[in-house]
């Protein structure tokens, strides 16, 4: 008999996570938009406000949460990471500049990946998970961070369960994140850079993921949501989070767990998939290549 | 008196159809594409999770259905079109790559279509129909379907019944679908490339396909609804699928068809719209070149 | 005491326009859109499915409309126009290819505006009033209108109430249309042209024209409804249209006419506003000019 | 014991702000659109309509509001500051041309920021605060703002309270503006320029910002509503505005204020937070720089 990922009794487990991109969620579309105050105090108000806030919810819920941090955030914030850790949250890597690693070498992607680990370690917060930033990660990804010793990555999409990654450097655990369970598509706007085209009603926002959580209570998914401060930080949306997580408290079979949680209670369960990632072979001139 | 393509006592018919794209459905607008880990595994949730999800939900209804396979997805994942035949459902031909033929010559297009043929042969799957990747048929399309011995076609907008194309090489019955009843525009969304713009809660495509359902009991026309599983096999839309069967099933006045069944009745339906597809002519300078 | 353009105890007055595009819709952005099948087929939908069912919506309730035409529809469907006409509707002159004024010299749209009025002449068809294609009206439309001795315009969004338009050759009246009584906002999907990024359900779109309806009660204004068969056609939209109507209906201070009626009384209404179209002088300089 | 911003027993407030753009909302993307006879009469329907209907319903329900002008508008319109400022409400300045500042040199901003006020105090019109043109505030426009004697800004979005910002010539107040209570990103449609994509239902918009009003009051937050009469002031919108007040009326703990009057109110608030504005310094190479 397998050790399952599942708890005793359970349906589904919820991961709460929230991406501090700050400042990083847009300069890493262009070093330009740093010329734009309101564009970056708009990014600014995640960690400065939306931190604290969201920290409030999680303590009053008595739930735990995963956090992941750009290195670049981290260090021009040094005591922000500290308050999640103290909050007893876990920390975890998302690149250092938030860059997506579709737009680097290999050898810029490696760089980039220690550069985070390097602001962790000298802030001595210990890391367990990885997650690319804007989920746009090479094919060598996953082979990086079984080399670095990290347990989980959380970029992938070709399942809503956890499910076992075998890369050269050793075996890592995939935590399946997917776009409709993200608050960005639902709340982004700015024009410049334009990252996005409308602002959906938290309202919506909490029925469809309400919808979504009994959904995969059906199928054993893990509930895999993505917030980030500076968007889910604004009242309505904090509130909208308020009532989904106390909806998924209120059905014994849901739990709340971070993401180290899931990828270590995964790591032993061995009728999850295993899926290798490889880049498809591409005929030439099959597909238009401009 | 004629035969009716709707059966005795039915006001409407549906037609459950699935899109398999899997990476052709990126890859047909960029090889490059295959570079983004994270698209790709976007892309192969379809067939690795989604439809075996898909299926079990048919299973469970007991409604039939048809799968639209490209030819490069049945290639690369030989044991997927046998599963969906010995679920009793029907497969059809989407073309081999999925590259709009509106991009091609006519010749490319050709090729393109036998190549896809090649392969469900090679796989002994009997196909009766034929769709447009991305619904960019040629004005050739329907003479190709025609001269390959396809019984139908599913990718023209200018009705919401079937009715009869003639072409050069013989006549055709057209299946007509349309962008309110396909997925795409309610859930795709992506980066890079870009392929949407918001994400749509279920509920509201529950409603508004349930809404258009009766609408079409109203009007005597085919609902054709056209699914991806990359996108419908996500757990709380697959939900709201089910529940979209459920209330068709729950009208005595419904009943759900293989396209190919669909095809067949049309075909001796000789009160249906006979309506010839004929590319325009345009004066010079009237309209726009650019 | 002035003449009203609302009858005595009507708080409302209702215009159902229908703006018969047909392939000019989409080639108007590019002749190349001729070789795209689906998209020609998607458009020729309005004269030939949706054309009938509407006139049969209007039928049934007994209320007239205003059927729009570029020229160039009018001129390829002969019969089309003789059936509205018949059905008791007023046909009006939409330009003769649907391509923007403003992307036209003067001489050019006169030229259209002209050949589309022959057109509507060679089939006997009086016309009383003038839409732009897109509302794309250029600042000289409006005398074009006087000159050629047309009652009305409906191209200006700077009222909701009809309003005097003195011009060199005599005064128009202006019947104001608005994007959010239009259904392309709503409906609209293409992806080449890209017409649309979002499909959204009829009965949001029933609920949200209600309410602007009961709200210009309130105003006094003229809810001047565009749409599209291509668009509106379809069953679902049909219905709502439908479901409209008959709210209106219902509502005792509400009446239905046609934009020649409202004009003939809107032109003797003193007691409108007088709004001259004037292009405004622009500093050089002042505003970005790339 | 420090004097509070929000008066005794009171949880939110509520600031009625309306940017009155008329033509420069669009003349700013392009002097171009100048041309485009719909574009810039859709965008005078603002003041020419708009403004009236919503100063007939703040009279109706006695709340005041705080009206920002571009100089270009006022300096057109004559007679429209005057008629604000006798309903009561407060004028503000909204820069010259509505040009965004992240698009010009100091230089320029200076000069755009000057011609406005000298336009205001040739109309007898005392000023206290600035809106950026689009929000799009440089790093130097606080400043300006302290220079020129003004008591607040409100372009910043780094908090959902007041706050002070120290500047080289002083300290402002700034008053946070938010994308999620801004009518823009809900109602407005263009095809040229382009200035949205979708138009949503006021009853939509209605909800949802009650709900954030209703979370606002829980964290104590400046309920900041920017809206625009060339949007909100079409009858169903101004509806759902009046049905927004009411309902904040409707709470006890809720005031609606003047912008200034918060500007003082929070100046005298020590308690509230210090936030200096300062462009990020930027390693070069780690964003991409085209």
Known sequence: MTASWLGPGKASAVALTFDVDAETGVLSMGEKYA??????????????VGVPRILGILRELGVPATFFFPG???????????????????VAHHSYS?????????AEERNDFERALEVFQKQDVPVYGHR???????????????EYGL????????????????????????????WS????????????PQIGSIIEDPQ?????????????????????????PFLTGRPGRAEALRSLIEYGMSHGDVEFLTCREIAERAKADTSLATRPLEQPEIEPGLFPSE
């Open 98 to 106: 938030h860059v997506p690693a579709t737009s680097m070498t290999f």
């Open 35 to 48: 010329r734009h105050a309101m564009t970056m105090t708009h990014q600014a108000f995640g960690p400065d």
């Open 181 to 192: 369970l993200d608050d960005w598509e639902q709340y982004a706007f700015l024009p410049a």
């Open 204 to 228: 919506k926002v909490l029925s469809m993921w309400k919808y979504e959580l009994d959904a995969m209570r059906r199928y054993n998914s893990l509930f895999m949501l993505t917030n980030h």
């Open 72 to 90: 670049w955030v981290a260090e021009r914030r040094p005591n922000l990471v500290a308050r999640v850790v103290e909050a007893g949250h876990e």
């Open 151 to 178: 347990a989980y990555d959380s970029s992938m999409m070709n399942d809503d369960r956890p499910y076992h990654v075998p890369t050269e450097r050793g075996d890592v655990v995939e935590l399946p994140p997917h």
């Open 132 to 146: 690319a930033g804007l989920w746009e990660a090479s094919w060598q990804t996953a082979s990086l961070v079984a």
